[in-house]
């Protein structure tokens, strides 16, 4: 019985003292490397962003007018007005302040295809030229289909026999019932001593592209 336990105390300091298999140091290792590698990397990107300088704001806004700069166009030519903004009038003596006795007289402009009516209202009016500012000329064609108005001194307003429209002379000829849906043009005056001159209109003549054309193109 000595003997048993004599064996037993000899080999149980060889079995406490065996160490331990090699893959399982090998694995403990392994671990423990990477977590000194993780903590590592982790205290360098933790000093790093403490660390980086922070853009200045000059180089904030040149980053931003980089961003958001619109290229420069090219010049490109100056588009050419429409013809109706650069006619060339012509300038036609169409009366004389003595014509203007009876405050209506009629003549054509701006070719003797249209007829224009010349009026001394009395009154200053848009438009008016003369001493008293009360002389203008309006187009005597309606502007819904080309008839010729007739003009009433009494009440100063403009009547189309045709259709009925009816336009008042001392507001511009500006519409005041019927179908038509625009005022007479206004031809421009000029006074030059006695003589009243016509060099240009306000509006379009009825049926023409422009008021120097006779007829649509």
């Known amino acids: 019985m000595d003997d048993h336990v004599q064996d037993q105390d000899q080999v149980s300091p060889e079995v406490a003292t065996e ?3 090699a ?4 694995n403990r290792r392994g671990f423990l490397k990477l977590s000194s590698v993780s903590s590592a990397a982790a205290v360098l990107a933790a000093c790093a962003s403490q660390t ?3 853009p200045t704001v000059a180089a904030t806004a040149a980053a ?3 961003a958001t700069a619109v290229p420069t166009a090219t010049p490109v030519a100056a588009v050419p007005r429409p013809a109706s903004d650069l006619l060339p009038y012509p300038r036609i003596k169409v009366a004389a302040l003595s014509d203007l006795g ?3 007289f009629n003549a054509t402009y701006p070719d003797i295809h249209s007829q224009v009516v010349l009026l001394k209202l009395g009154t200053k009016t848009v438009g008016g030229v ?3 500012q009360d002389i203008v000329a309006y187009s005597g064609i309606c502007t ?7 003009y009433d001194p009494k009440t100063q307003i403009f009547a189309c026999p045709c259709h009925y429209s009816h336009f008042d002379a001392t507001a511009d000829a500006m519409l005041i019932n019927g179908p038509a849906t625009q005022h007479l043009p206004r031809i421009s005056l000029e006074v030059d001593g006695q003589d009243i001159y016509a060099v240009g209109m306000h509006g379009l003549l009825y049926g023409r592209p422009n008021n120097l054309s006779l007829t649509e193109l």
């Open 19 to 21: 160490p331990p298999p």
């Open 130 to 132: 003369g001493p008293d």
């Open 23 to 26: 893959a399982s140091m090998l």
């Open 144 to 150: 819904h289909m080309g008839c010729p108005t007739s």
């Open 102 to 104: 009876s405050g209506v």
């Open 52 to 54: 980086a300088p922070k």
């Open 64 to 66: 931003t007018a980089a």
